[in-house]
């Protein structure tokens, strides 16, 4: 008996030595590094699968959808929440890739687009503030442009705009709110026009001075801080629609677009806003345009408009946020009291539409309709928009309908 609890004894020894090596050799294993790194990685793994798990939201369903007794559809149920969650997680880990994308790409715009805020006085108010002083005694009409755009896509096209607005008006004051004509090279571009003694200037936008007490504000500063989604059409066009509102709010004045050319003086338009397509079956308009805007400084109508932008804002929509909105707005408070300001039709600023502007850059045999038009022009049009969308690549051919307006525009003609 004594030899037989000896054997045993050290058979127990044994086996007791032989896990013990297992469970140190697997120790070593599992330390050492490549194995070590391996485990590491699948406890990332783990916590992430975790963390997806206990973070997408599921929405809520109806309580007939828990009451299942069937072990099938049971099944189902389970294998569809589960592809649910995968989906779920994956689109919620891309977007947010896309949105902090998309927020640093926008940031950099903004950066791009105005300039630095200085306190405790604005420097874009200073300058505004001396140059309306400065030009008082012969400044008769205030005129704004926004320019967003890169220095070189600045061209003739433009420059022939400004031609014609002084041309009707060599009186008025003339500010382009532009960051990159703010510039060197800038100042020589418009320098032709101040040697001759016409009174313009280009100004870098401070958009927190040019915002501020207005419902623009909030919405710009959320926009800085990330919480709006600025879409996927330019910000600078949007930010465009946006501040020819807020300045002729705070201003008062004349916006007009910079493929705008001027054919007459608007010295006896005042709150004016121009219908872009007008319906002849009803006799109203259908949709109005913000490419040329007239009003009084704190105007009740653009308070309304600033207010739409910031409550409806839209990125992806084209239109949405500039002559759509107007549109809207107008549609609402017509005939509201204290709403005061009238609709030209599309003759005015509009004769042409984005589809037939073509005909007017070629030389071609004068239908009906273009001798119609040109006499309409020459009547009626304050001012033709040229739709640079559609005609910034078209040539203008000699003898054209445009050649002969450029020409009756013309200041530098002979330089």
């Known amino acids: 008996m004594e030899l037989i609890a ?13 896990v013990h090596h297992l469970k140190r050799s697997m120790f070593s294993f599992l330390y050492s590094p490549p194995t070590s790194y391996f485990g590491f990685f699948l406890l990332i793994l783990l916590s992430y699968n975790a ?52 927020v640093k790409k926008h940031k950099c715009s ?8 200085h306190f ?13 002083n400065n030009t008082s005694s012969s400044c008769k009409l205030r005129f704004f442009m926004t320019w967003i755009s890169p220095l070189k896509t600045f061209g003739e096209r433009e420059l022939l705009s400004i031609e014609s607005l002084f041309k009707y008006h060599p009186q008025a004051c003339l500010i382009i709110v532009s960051k990159s004509l703010d ?65 002729l709010y705070k201003f008062g004045g004349t916006y007009i677009d910079l493929d705008v050319m001027v054919l007459k003086s608007f010295s006896n338009l005042r709150n004016t806003i121009g219908a872009q397509n007008f319906d ?25 408009f600033i207010e739409e932008f910031a409550l409806t804002f839209d990125g992806n929509k084209w239109g949405h946020n500039g002559p759509y909105l107007i549109s809207r707005v107008v549609s609402r408070v017509s005939g509201r009291p204290g709403f005061n300001f ?24 004068r239908s009906k309709w273009l001798v119609n038009k040109i006499e309409q022009i020459q009547k009626e049009s304050f001012a033709m928009h040229l739709w640079n969308k559609h005609s910034r690549k078209l040539k203008v051919v000699k003898g054209s309908i445009i050649d002969s307006i450029i020409s009756d525009c013309c200041i530098f003609c002979n330089n």
């Open 6 to 18: 000896k054997g045993s004894h050290s058979l127990f020894h044994s086996n007791f030595l032989q």
């Open 51 to 102: 963390f997806t798990m206990f973070c997408v939201h599921i929405p809520k369903s109806s309580p007939s959808l828990f009451n299942i007794t069937s072990p099938t559809i049971s099944s189902l149920f389970m294998n569809s929440q589960l592809t649910f969650i995968q989906n779920s997680t994956q689109s919620f880990f891309f977007s947010n890739i896309q949105w902090s994308r998309r």
């Open 110 to 117: 903004l950066r791009s687009l105005g300039s630095k805020p």
């Open 120 to 132: 405790p006085l604005s420097f874009f108010h200073a300058r505004l503030k001396a140059f309306f």
């Open 183 to 247: 510039s060197n090279i800038g100042t020589q571009i418009l320098r032709p026009f101040v040697s001759n003694g016409f009174r313009v200037m280009a100004i870098a936008p401070d958009f927190g001075y040019i915002f501020k007490d207005t419902h623009a504000e909030t919405w710009f500063n959320r926009l800085r801080e990330g919480n709006v989604n600025p879409g996927e059409i330019s910000l600078g066009q949007n930010l465009s629609n946006l501040l020819r509102l807020a300045l």
């Open 280 to 304: 002849a079956r009803t006799g109203k308009w259908s949709r109005l345009n913000n490419a040329v805007l007239i009003f009084d400084k704190k105007h009740p109508l653009l308070f309304k």
């Open 342 to 365: 009238t609709i030209l039709p599309p003759s005015a600023f509009y004769p042409v539409d984005w589809r037939g502007i073509k005909s007017l850059f070629r030389d071609e045999i």
